[in-house]
């Protein structure tokens, strides 16, 4: 299976330290968007499927890079746009395909 925006978001805060996290969700919460009360107790997983609702898949990717480059991750935020580029390529091809088929 093919991956997702959400999974790029889910792979970058898997690989969070459980204070890296809590600090992660504190300053995601900063622009006010989310509330902090709302994602306190969620899993990596659940707190990725609210940023990609909230962000929708055009905003995820760069809200999760920009939250971890002001909590000083910046390895992890510079791999997010490799990965969301990895997915488009991915998806342009099978466009391509689907083109060159007839559908």
Request: net charge neutral; proline share 2%; with cysteine.
């Amino acid at each position: 299976m093919r991956k997702s925006v959400l999974d790029c978001v889910i792979g970058a805060l898997d690989d969070l330290s459980a204070d890296n996290f809590k600090r992660f969700k504190v300053k995601l919460c900063e622009p006010r968007e989310i509330k902090y009360g709302q994602i306190e107790k969620e899993s990596k997983v659940e707190v990725a499927q609210r940023i990609v609702s909230v962000f929708t898949n055009d905003g995820a990717v760069n809200q999760t890079a920009d939250v971890l480059r002001a909590i000083g991750l910046n390895g992890e935020a510079e791999a997010l746009p490799w990965a969301l580029t990895a997915i488009c390529w991915s998806l342009r091809s099978d466009m391509r395909l689907f083109h060159i088929a007839g559908g």
